[in-house]
Nanobody
Framework: QLQASGGGLVQIGGSLRLSCAAS????????FGWFRQAPGKERDFVAA????????YYAKYVKGRFTISRDSAKNTQYLQMNSLNSEDTAVYYC?????????????????????WGRGTLVTVSS
């Protein structure tokens, strides 16, 4: 089970750090991702990282502002979000894809991910 936390209300230009802890299961491999869904919109890819933390991939609209990371000892992944703007307002979901991929490929489609957290709401306001 994945449990996301850290969401809340933040002003434009502010920062938040989301966490996603896995319980009841230890992931010895896989890809760890973050997605977001704004009201009335589809679930969009935000970022993904491989199990070792050596390879990360970002959506173009967050690259340079968001940083994904994970702590394998704590079975937890993180999303550091800086320079937030109103378009970042959404429910953020963490997800895990159990598959291993060759090279630097990391999946960005929701269908690729096997486990999902319930989501945490991030609201960016002026």
């Amino acid at each position: 089970q994945l449990q996301a936390s850290g969401g809340g209300l933040v002003q434009i230009g502010g920062s938040l750090r989301l966490s996603c802890a896995a319980s009841g299961r230890t992931f010895g491999t896989g890809v760890f991702g973050w997605f977001r869904q704004a009201p009335g919109k589809e679930r969009d890819f935000v970022a993904a990282i491989n199990w070792s933390g050596t390879n990360a991939y970002y959506a173009k609209y967050v690259k340079g502002r968001f940083t994904i990371s994970r702590d394998s000892a704590k079975n937890t992944q993180y999303l550091q979000m800086n320079s937030l703007n109103s378009e970042d307002t959404a429910v953020y979901y963490c997800a895990v894809d159990r598959s291993s991929y060759s090279g630097t490929y990391l999946p960005s489609t929701p269908a690729a991910y096997d486990y999902w957290g319930r989501g945490t709401l991030v609201t960016v306001s002026s």
